[in-house]
Each structure stands twice: as C-alpha cells, then as structure tokens.
T-cell receptor, first 115, second 113 residues
Framework: AQSVTQPDIHITVSEGASLELRCNYS??????LFWYVQSPGQGLQLLLK??????LVQGIKGFEAEFKRSQSSFNLRKPSVHWSDAAEYFC?????????????FGKGTKLSVKP | DAGITQSPRYKITETGRQVTLMCHQT?????MFWYRQDLGHGLRLIYY???????DKGEVPDGYVVSRSKTENFPLTLESATRSQTSVYFC????????????FGPGTRLTVL
C-alpha cells in the first residue's frame, strides 16, 4: 500500500535560517507528489506539486522541493525562513491512474520559527 | 464569493445525536472529499464523490454517511455521534485528474460529549 512518511513531527528554526522538511513515500511507480501548508485554524493550501519533468519544482512563498526517485523522497526547502512560515506542513501522494480518492497524506511536520 | 465553505465552523453535540456537516463549493468541481484530522494521524479520507450521485468510501468511513444530490454540495452526516468522532473535519474539491490540487475548506471543529 502507498504511504507517506514525514520523519520530523516538530522542527524549530531561527528566522532567516534555511529550512528542509523531509518526506518519503512508498509506491512502486512514479507518484504525483504535493506539499500543503496549514496555518493555525485554517484549511490546507497547496505549496507545490510534482508529477513529471524537472525534479526541482518551485512553489509559492519561496518554497521549492526536489523529487529524488532513488531515495523515494520529496523534501521541501526554503533558503530563508520568515516568521509567517510558522505552520504545519503536509506531504501527500496521489497515484497515477488511481481514483481521485487516493491522496495519501503524511502526518505532518509542525514548524516553529524563533525570532 | 467563489470558493469552498463549510458550516458550521464549530459544533458541540452529545453522544448518540445525529449531526450533519455541510460543504459547498462554487467552482463546479466534479470531485469532492471529506477528511478528518486528528493529532498523530494527519488527514484521513472518510468519503469522496466523483460526481453528483456517485460516492465512495475512503480510509475511515464507518459511522459516516454522505450524499451528493447537487454538484456543489457534499454533506457529511454522523448518524449517531460517538466520542471517537471528535475531530476537525475538512471538505475539499478538485477537478477530475490525479495531478490536480485539492482545494480545502476552513474546517469544522466537532466535539462529541
């Protein structure tokens, strides 16, 4: 069965520091990969997605992610974190050819930003 | 305004009562979804719908009922609420391709006493 693992439950970084959030997936073929962000009390918003082509994808708010097939990873990065980036981040996978219901989420990584 | 809305935003109910959570979207997206979000579990799919009158179970459907008589509405009913159904519920919608993002509503926080 497909699965998504986000190894870090909670990460704290200083404002201005770089950020990398880890995501590993389990699936035999190439999946469609997403990163969503959830601010406190809000719904989820798409940051970026990958389904083919260049393995480095750019998203909103200065985020990028790199798909590495050999490592089954899709890590999210940002070169300089802002206090407004404090939120919870979810990695998700969708299966090519599968039903739309097959969007599997990781359990999330909560990001705190120190001033 | 265009978008996806959920009502109510907060609900407190008692064990055994029937509760209906509403979801409305203005994009005419064919797919709609219900998720629950719990600490330590992330988001789990309850039910989804590919079109009006077409629904299917997700990962955790027990205790829930859905219907979709109109494209824009996708209500979720807890027929006899239990404490284990205390959660935050999110509705989402999307176009019918797996590459398309899902757009999420603001959520309904449900407490079952």
């Amino acid at each position: 069965a497909q699965s998504v693992t986000q190894p870090d439950i909670h990460i704290t970084v200083s404002e201005g520091a770089s950020l990398e959030l880890r995501c590993n997936y389990s699936y035999g073929a190439t999946p469609y990969l997403f990163w969503y962000v959830q601010s406190p009390g809000q719904g989820l918003q798409l940051l970026l997605k990958y389904f083919s082509g260049d393995t480095l994808v750019q998203g909103i708010k200065g985020f990028e992610a790199e798909f590495k097939r050999s490592q089954s990873s899709f890590n999210l990065r940002k070169p300089s974190v802002h206090w407004s980036d404090a939120a919870e981040y979810f990695c998700a996978v969708s299966v090519y050819g599968g039903s739309q219901g097959n969007l599997i989420f990781g359990k999330g990584t909560k990001l705190s930003v120190k001033p | 305004d265009a978008g996806i809305t959920q009502s109510p935003r907060y609900k407190i109910t008692e064990t055994g009562r029937q509760v209906t959570l509403m979801c409305h979207q203005t994009w005419s997206h064919s797919y709609m979804f219900w998720y629950r979000q719990d600490l330590g579990h992330g988001l789990r799919l309850i039910y989804y719908s590919a079109a009006a009158d077409i629904t299917d179970k997700g990962e955790v459907p027990d205790g829930y009922v859905v219907s979709r008589s109109k494209t824009e509405n996708f209500p979720l009913t807890l027929e006899s609420a239990t404490r284990s159904q205390t959660s935050v519920y999110f509705c989402a919608s999307s176009k019918p391709l797996a590459t398309n993002e899902q757009f999420f509503g603001p959520g309904t926080r449900l407490t079952v006493l």
